[in-house]
C-alpha cells in the first residue's frame, strides 16, 4: 500500500502530509483519568441505547465517519456485544476524503474485523443518470451544501433504499450544534428522511419509539448526552485508536495545527493548536470558545445551513 | 483544569404558573451568575434604551433561545449557567404550547425543580399541577421560589401565607420542598447574590438564596443499596457464551450469588460477568451495563427480571397506578394498549378508572368517564395479559413505572402503588408450614400443583358454551386439575333464584357469578362459566372483580354465526324468541356485544367440540402450570 500522500491535493494549504509509511493510527495511552467518574454512566447509557436498538430492529447499520464519535461508537458495541459487531458499519464515501483517512480505513476494518459497506453517490460524482443534465457534482463545480446534499444526504438514501435498513445508530451530540438540542434518543424519520422536530414523540423513563413503519426508519443516537470533551476523556481511558490527524503537525507556515473534526478536505480546515496529545486537546477544548464545527465551511456558506440540512436528512 | 469542570452537570427544571416570572429568574441566574456571553447585558440595555423600552432579565433569556434557534452564536451548551460548585443545565425553558409532552420528557431527566409561585396572585392553578407532575415523576429535590415580593411590599406574612398553602398542598401529594425562598426575581434578591448594593429589603428571611439551594442538590445516586432488579434486555449467543446483557437498575449481584428470574420461579448461579477489554470483574452494582453468564442451560429471554430469592419483585398481571396520559386520541377502560416496564412488554388495558384527578385542587373530575383523555391525570386499575414484574413506585421508582404506548410512541406513563409483596423463596422441606400468617395463593398452587383461574366462556345461546365447558372440564379433570363449572343449571335455581330476567337482574345475575368464580378460583380452582353475558361492560365488571383479587381471567369467545346457532336451536328458544313468546331474546330481540380482545376465540360454527377444547387447552395449560421447582 503506498502511504506517501505528499503529492495529494488535500494538502497544498497550510497542513502537511503525514510522515510517508507511517500508518495513519494514533494508539493513546491507557489513563485512568481523576476526573472521569462520569463517564461510567456514560458508557452504560449508550451500551444500553445500542442494546436496545438491536434487539427492535431487525434490519440495522451503523454509519461510520472515521472520526472520534464514530471509534467511540464501535469500542461501545463491542463491548455491549462481548467483543463482537453484530451489525454492518456504512462508510459513506464522498471521494473527498483525506487519503490518510482511508488509509486508516483500510486499518481499521482488519483491526475490528468490521463488515464494512462503502456507498459513494457514483452518478453524482461521473454526472450520470439523474445528474446528466448538472453534469457532475464536486466542490470544483458545485457549492459546498449543494455537495454535502448529493454526496452525503442522497447517497445515504440510496444505500438506504438499497438496504432497507430500518434503524441507523449514529453519534450524533446534543453540544455538537444548536439544533440538535431537542433531540431524541430514538428519533423517528419519515421516507422522506424529514425530521419533524416540532412534533416529536414524547421519550423518557428510558423508553423510546422502538418501531417504525415501512420505508421509515429510527436513529438511534447513543452518544447524545456526551460532549466533546467526554469523548475525548473516553477516548483517553480506554486507549481507543483514532485517526492521526486529531493531533497537531507543524504546518507549512511553521505553525502548529490538527483538526477538531474531519470532513471532506476541500472544505475542512485545520485549527491551529499545539495540542499532540489526548490531555493537551482536552486542555484546549477546556479554554476554547469556538465551535466543533467552526473550521468547516460549509456550515458558514449559508446562515441556517445546518438546521437545512439536518431537516433533509443529513446526520 | 478547574475542579468545576469535573462536576456533573446538575439539571434543573423550571416549572410555574404562566407569568409568574419563570424567564426572569432564569435570565437573572444566567446575570448574577456571570454567565452570559461578554457584553450581551449592555447590547440588550442599550437595545432597550434605544426604544424606549423597560430592561428585562426575561428578555436574556429569549435572546439566548433566539441566538440559539438562529445559530449564530450559541452553543447550546450554553443554557448552561454555573455557580461556584458547579455548572447546571436548564432542561427545556419555559414558553412552549405543547406544555405537558415536552415538560414531561425533559423533567423526568430532572435531577432537581425550582417551582415558582408570585407572592401577589399566591397559588394558582398551574402551581398545583406542576407540583403534581414533579411528584408524578418523582422529582423529590424542589425549591419553592416566592416571587414577586417586590409586589407585596416584602412583607412577610405574604410570604408565610404562600408557605402554609403550598406546604400543606403539597403534603397531600406525599411530597416536601427543601426550602421556600422569598424572591424578587426582578430586583436580583435572594436569587444568586446577597449583597447587591442595595440594603436588603427582607431582613426577616436569613435563608439560602436559590442558587445556594441548587447547590445543595445532589446528582441522582445509584440504587445500589436497594435489592438486586437486573432485567434481562436481550441474549446473545455470538459464540460458544450464553449471554445475559441488559443494565443492573437497582443492587448488586456477584459471581456465585443465586438469581431468580420473574415472571415464574426459574433459579440459575451466576457463572461469570463478561467484560472486553477491561480487567476481570467479579461483582456488578446499579447503573451498570453488563452481560452476566450462568452455570447451568435455562431459557432466560428479554422480559425476565433477575434478583436475589429473597426480595423479590412483585408478580402480577394487575396493580393500580397513577398514570398521565398524552397520547392523540383517548385510551378508553378496555381498549387493548402496550404496557412497558423496564425491558418487559406486554398488552395490557386499563379495567377500571377510580378516579380522574384535577391535578390542580386534587379533587376528582365529577362524573363517571370511560376513558382517559389528553392532558388527564388518573388513578386505574391496569390489567396485563400475561404476569408483570414489579415494585412498587415508593419502593423502587425505577422498577415501579411504566409507559403506556399510543400506537408507536409513548402515549403516556405511570407509577404503580399498593401492591402487595410475596415470599418467593423456595420452601426447601416437604413439611414446613408456616405458622403464623395465612395460606399464600403460592402455597395453595403448589399443593394444587397448578394456579386457579376464571375461564369465562361467553357467546349465543345455542353456540357450544355448555358443550365445550362440560368437554374442558372432564379434560382438566383427567388432568389432575380442580375445576367446577358454573352455570345456569347450578346458579339460576340457588345462589340466583331471587333474579329474574330484567336488564337490572341480568347484571346482578352476571356479578354475582363473577365473584363466586373469584372466590372458587382464589380457592385454587379453574372455575369455568358458561353464561350467554351479552354485555360487553358486564364482562369487564367480571374481570375486574377477578383481577383486583389478583385472580387470573380468561375470557373466551365462543363464536358460532346466528344462522347456525338458529338452526341448531336445541331447546327450540330461537323459534318462540321469533314468535315473540320470548321477549329481549339475545341475538333475536336483544344484542349480543361480542368480545373485542378476547384472550381466545373458538369457532365452534365450523369445528368439532374436541378441536375447540384442544385450543383452549394448549392457551390454558401453559398459564395454569406451576413451575415444577416449585413445589412444597
Ligand atoms: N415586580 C416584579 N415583576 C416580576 C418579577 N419577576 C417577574 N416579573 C414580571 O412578571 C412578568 C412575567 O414574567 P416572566 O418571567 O415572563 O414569566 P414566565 O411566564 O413564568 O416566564 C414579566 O412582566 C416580569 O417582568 C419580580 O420579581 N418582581
Aim: hydrophobic share 40%; glycine share 8%; charged share 25%.
Amino acid at each position: 500500500m503506498n502511504l506517501d500522500f505528499r503529492e495529494h491535493p488535500a494538502y497544498a494549504k497550510l497542513y502537511p502530509a503525514p510522515v510517508p509509511n507511517v500508518p495513519p493510527v494514533f494508539f493513546p495511552e491507557t489513563i485512568a483519568r481523576g476526573d472521569a467518574a462520569h463517564l461510567d454512566a456514560l458508557e452504560a447509557q449508550s451500551i444500553f441505547l445500542i442494546r436496545e436498538a438491536f434487539h427492535h430492529f431487525k434490519k440495522i447499520c451503523m454509519p461510520w465517519s472515521m472520526g472520534k464519535d464514530s471509534n467511540v461508537l464501535i469500542w461501545l458495541t463491542r463491548k455491549a456485544f462481548g467483543g463482537h459487531i453484530p451489525y454492518p458499519l456504512l462508510h459513506i464515501d464522498t471521494t473527498y476524503e483525506f487519503p490518510e483517512m482511508i488509509a486508516y480505513r483500510d486499518w481499521a476494518v482488519e483491526y475490528h474485523g468490521l463488515n464494512l459497506i462503502v456507498k459513494i453517490n457514483e452518478d453524482a460524482r461521473a454526472g450520470r443518470g439523474a445528474y446528466a443534465e448538472r453534469g457532475p457534482i464536486g466542490y470544483d463545480t458545485t457549492d459546498p451544501v449543494t455537495v454535502t446534499h448529493e454526496l452525503k444526504t442522497v447517497a445515504l438514501q440510496q444505500v438506504m433504499a438499497e438496504n432497507q435498513w430500518d434503524a441507523l445508530i449514529t453519534g450524533i451530540r446534543r453540544d455538537e450544534d444548536p439544533t440538535r438540542a431537542k433531540e431524541r434518543y430514538f428519533s423517528p424519520r419519515t421516507k422522506d428522511f424529514e425530521w419533524d422536530y416540532k412534533d416529536q414523540p414524547p421519550e423518557f423513563w428510558n423508553q423510546f419509539t422502538t418501531s417504525c413503519a415501512p420505508g421509515e426508519h429510527v436513529r438511534v443516537q447513543a452518544l447524545l448526552d456526551w460532549t466533546e470533551r467526554d469523548i475525548w476523556m473516553y477516548i483517553q481511558k480506554e486507549g481507543i485508536p483514532i485517526p492521526q490527524m486529531y493531533f497537531a503537525r507543524k504546518g507549512k507556515d511553521g505553525n502548529k495545527y490538527r483538526f477538531r473534526s474531519l470532513g471532506c478536505w476541500p472544505i475542512s480546515g485545520p485549527v491551529e493548536s499545539e495540542a499532540d496529545t489526548i490531555d493537551g486537546i482536552i486542555e484546549e477544548l477546556a479554554n476554547t470558545k469556538t465551535s466543533e464545527r467552526a473550521g468547516r465551511a460549509q456550515d458558514h456558506h449559508e446562515r441556517n445551513a445546518m438546521q437545512k440540512l439536518r431537516a433533509k436528512g443529513f446526520m | 483544569m478547574t475542579s468545576i469542570d469535573q462536576t456533573r452537570r446538575l439539571r434543573v427544571v423550571f416549572v410555574g404558573h404562566v407569568d409568574h416570572g419563570k424567564s426572569t429568574l432564569i435570565g437573572r441566574i444566567f446575570y448574577d451568575t456571570k454567565s452570559l456571553p461578554d457584553g450581551k447585558v449592555e447590547q440588550m440595555q442599550a437595545a432597550c434604551a434605544a426604544e424606549n423600552m423597560e430592561f428585562e432579565y426575561s428578555f436574556l433569556l429569549d435572546a439566548l433561545l433566539e441566538e440559539q434557534a438562529q445559530n449564530i452564536t450559541i452553543d447550546t451548551t450554553q443554557i448552561q449557567f454555573k455557580t461556584a460548585k458547579r455548572p447546571y443545565v436548564i432542561i427545556d425553558a419555559p414558553g412552549h404550547k405543547e406544555f405537558l409532552k415536552n415538560m414531561i420528557t425533559g423533567a423526568a431527566s430532572a435531577d432537581a425543580a425550582v417551582l415558582l409561585i408570585a407572592a401577589n396572585e399566591g397559588i394558582r392553578e398551574q402551581s398545583r399541577r406542576h407540583g403534581y407532575l414533579l411528584s408524578l415523576l418523582g422529582i423529590k429535590q424542589v425549591v419553592v421560589a416566592v416571587n414577586k415580593m417586590d409586589l407585596v411590599d416584602y412583607k412577610q406574612e405574604v410570604f408565610d401565607q404562600v408557605v402554609r398553602d403550598y406546604t400543606a398542598f403539597l403534603k397531600e401529594i406525599g411530597m416536601e420542598a427543601r426550602q421556600f425562598v422569598p424572591v424578587s426575581a426582578r430586583n436580583g434578591t435572594n436569587v444568586a447574590l446577597r449583597d447587591l448594593g442595595v440594603p436588603n429589603p427582607m431582613p426577616w428571611y436569613s435563608g439560602p438564596t436559590i442558587t445556594d439551594m441548587l447547590d445543595t442538590f445532589e446528582p441522582p445516586k445509584s440504587l445500589t443499596e436497594l435489592p438486586l432488579r437486573f432485567p434481562i434486555q436481550d441474549v446473545y449467543r455470538f459464540d460458544d457464551r450464553r449471554i445475559f446483557a441488559g443494565r443492573i437498575e437497582a443492587g448488586s449481584l456477584k459471581v456465585g450469588d443465586t438469581l431468580i428470574f420473574s415472571p415464574g420461579s426459574k433459579t440459575g448461579v451466576i457463572k461469570s460477568i463478561e467484560v472486553w477489554n477491561a480487567p476481570e470483574k467479579t461483582s456488578a452494582k446499579a447503573g451498570e451495563s453488563v452481560g452476566i453468564t450462568l452455570t447451568e442451560q435455562l431459557f432466560i429471554e428479554r422480559g425476565h427480571l433477575a434478583s436475589h430469592q429473597t426480595d423479590a419483585p412483585i408478580e402480577s398481571n394487575c396493580f393500580k397506578a397513577r398514570v398521565f396520559w398524552m397520547g392523540k386520541s383517548n385510551l378508553a377502560i378496555g381498549q387493548r394498549t402496550k404496557l412497558k416496564l423496564t425491558t418487559q412488554e406486554l398488552d395490557a388495558e386499563i379495567v377500571s378508572i377510580e378516579r380522574i384527578i384535577d391535578a390542580s385542587t386534587l379533587e376528582a373530575l365529577p362524573g363517571d368517564r370511560g376513558y382517559i383523555a389528553r392532558n388527564d391525570v388518573a388513578e386505574v386499575t391496569i390489567q396485563v395479559r400475561g404476569a408483570l414484574a414489579f415494585d412498587n413506585a415508593d419502593r423502587n421508582a425505577l422498577l415501579g413505572r411504566f409507559v403506556l404506548l399510543d400506537g408507536r410512541q409513548v402515549g403516556g406513563g405511570g407509577i404503580i402503588f399498593g401492591g402487595t409483596y410475596s415470599d418467593r423463596t423456595q420452601p426447601k422441606s416437604a413439611n414446613i408450614f408456616w405458622s403464623e400468617g395465612n395460606v399464600t395463593p403460592e402455597q395453595r398452587y403448589a399443593r394444587n400443583g397448578h394456579k386457579g383461574a376464571v375461564v369465562w366462556l361467553t357467546g349465543l345461546s345455542g353456540s357450544g358454551k355448555s358443550t365445550v365447558a362440560r368437554a374442558l372440564e372432564r379434560e382438566l379433570f383427567n388432568l389432575g386439575i380442580q375445576t367446577y363449572i358454573l352455570d345456569g343449571d347450578n346458579i339460576r335455581h340457588g345462589l340466583n333464584s331471587n333474579l329474574g330476567f330484567s336488564p337490572e337482574d341480568r347484571v346482578e345475575n352476571i356479578r354475582r357469578v363473577a365473584e363466586v368464580a373469584k372466590l372458587m378460583a382464589g380457592a385454587g380452582v379453574v372455575a369455568i362459566t358458561a353464561f350467554i353475558s351479552p354485555y360487553q361492560a358486564d364482562r369487564r365488571k367480571a374481570r375486574t372483580i377477578a383481577c383486583e383479587a389478583g385472580v387470573d381471567f380468561y375470557e373466551i369467545h365462543v363464536a358460532a354465526p346466528l344462522e347456525i346457532c338458529e338452526q341448531r336451536d336445541p331447546k327450540g328458544l330461537y323459534k318462540k324468541a321469533r314468535t315473540g313468546e320470548i321477549k329481549e331474546f339475545t341475538g333475536i330481540s336483544a344484542p349480543y356485544e361480542a368480545p373485542e380482545s378476547p384472550e381466545i376465540t373458538v369457532a365452534t360454527g365450523n369445528q368439532s367440540v374436541a378441536e375447540s377444547v384442544a385450543q383452549i387447552l394448549v392457551f390454558l395449560r401453559q398459564r395454569i402450570k406451576v413451575d415444577a421447582e416449585f413445589e412444597i
